[in-house]
């Protein structure tokens, strides 16, 4: 599997001979309007590529949930209708109305040979959860590759611990920036993204979500520094730039 990482959750994954596009956050910087806890507009970085080179040779695309920072308007506007689009439930009567060819994923999925399971993710806690709404995590699974979890939009709870026990991934790749809103923590930060490594030993961690959405504050040179506090290796723990692929091949 080649992953991409383009810009805070936007990634290029090809697996199993599929080229996934995953949560587009399209616009340019500063196009989004606030967001959680903070007053500054969002993106705070612009793209590392030209819009077209993050849609070419997409095969379909996933979005996780309809929040800006997962899917704005400028993808809205420019990602091809006629592209296979996989969604949370409740989610596709909107991307439908909208022109899209959105398919809600319920229980396991078959997309050209990869499996895409959806599993639990909890996008905050406490009065702020009806505020986040609801989103999804995912497993991808196919014949030679490593099995991927990406967690989505959640923190650490009892579900997620249960996911990567139950699902034994090779690969996981986490929303790590430490996004408040409310005053309240609403995806993984550094403590959360350093118990998966923890709980998945043999596991490639990619952490992701970082240096581009203003209510998140997480840095890459933080999560580094608490990582190798930690123990815990630069090859095991990834924190891939803005554009940079990481090839992960099956152990």
Do not use: K
Not at 61 to 83: E, K, M, Q, T, W
Not at 103 to 121: C, K, M, N, Q, S
């Amino acid at each position: 599997m080649n992953l991409r990482l383009i810009r805070n959750a936007t990634l290029r994954l090809q697996y199993g001979g599929v080229d996934f596009l995953i949560d587009p956050m399209l616009g340019v910087r500063h196009s989004i309007r606030p967001m959680g806890d903070s007053t500054d507009r969002n993106p705070t970085v612009d793209l590392p590529c030209s819009v077209d080179e993050v849609i070419d040779g997409a095969d379909a695309v996933i979005i996780s949930h309809l929040h800006p920072d997962h899917f704005d308007d400028a993808a809205f506007g420019i990602v091809p209708r006629d592209l296979p689009m996989f969604c949370q439930p409740g989610d596709g009567e909107r991307l439908a109305a909208a022109g899209f060819s959105a398919t809600e994923l319920g229980d396991t999925t078959r997309f050209r040979g990869v499996e895409i399971t959806p599993v639990a993710a909890t996008h905050g806690s406490g009065p702020v959860l009806e505020r986040m709404g609801s989103v999804i995590g995912l497993v991808f699974s196919s014949p030679d590759e490593p099995t991927l979890y990406w967690s989505g939009d959640t923190v650490m709870t009892d579900a997620v611990r249960g996911t990567i026990v139950e699902v034994h991934p090779d690969v996981i790749a986490c929303h790590s920036g430490g996004a408040t809103a409310g005053g309240t923590t609403i995806i993984m930060d550094i403590a959360d993204t350093l118990e998966v490594a923890r709980l998945a030993p043999s596991a490639t961690i990619v952490a992701v979500h970082l240096e581009a959405v203003a209510h998140a504050p997480v840095t890459r040179a933080a999560m580094r520094a608490a990582a190798e506090s930690a123990g815990v290796d630069a090859s095991r723990l990834r924190i891939p730039a803005d554009g940079e692929v990481i090839v992960l091949q099956r152990s």
